[in-house]
């Protein structure tokens, strides 16, 4: 709902007519709570799913690639547990010794998925593609995660599921978990993302990972 938190932001504490466009994303979302629902028991969809893309270069505007592998019932619970937290590397837990002592120690993300999990030869290609214009690498990586949702989609077996689908590129993993983005393009991603899940009862969970193995097929 960019519209009402650009209208509310722009008129906090004073009373103004409503925006045509604020006014219309307020009554969309009106008319999609009868839909909103919690399904508390909810099953595990037993594969895991990954997206990645690519930007353009001088021979093409690049391609995407989605894998995925089937995992256990013990595997996709390690996996749910550990891929919402995010660790990070230091160089030292206290600044004496560095060069710059004063300086704020950079830190590097890193994911506390299992290694294993992401072993090349269990993950299977389900869907590749080249790009047909260039675009920015964040709209290439967002495209790629909603043709996961319409894989999913298109399988009964998935609907009213809980899935897994990793995503390396954290903009894109935080504005989809989220929900919106304050990138028109983007945002406009998230709608068609959020549609598909409604529409077919299904919960994704995105964590990002920087441990993404992704089809060579997606890089030819």
Known sequence: PQAIFAFTRQHRGETRTWWTSARREFMAMARIIPVLKLRVGALPLPVLLASDAMGASEADA??????ARPVSDCEWREVFLKSRAVSRTVARLE???????????ATKPVSLVPTEIFEPSKWYPVDFGRWAYVDHITLGEGRALVRVVDILSKL???????????????????SFSKGRSAAPGLNYLCRRRAARCLSCGIRLLLPWTCLLYTSDAADE
């Open 62 to 67: 690049g391609g995407f690639g989605v894998v």
């Open 95 to 105: 600044g004496a010794g560095l060069k710059y002592p004063e300086k704020v120690l």
């Open 156 to 174: 009964p077996q998935a609907w009213n599921r809980f899935a897994i689908s990793f995503e390396d590129y954290s903009a894109v993993s935080g």
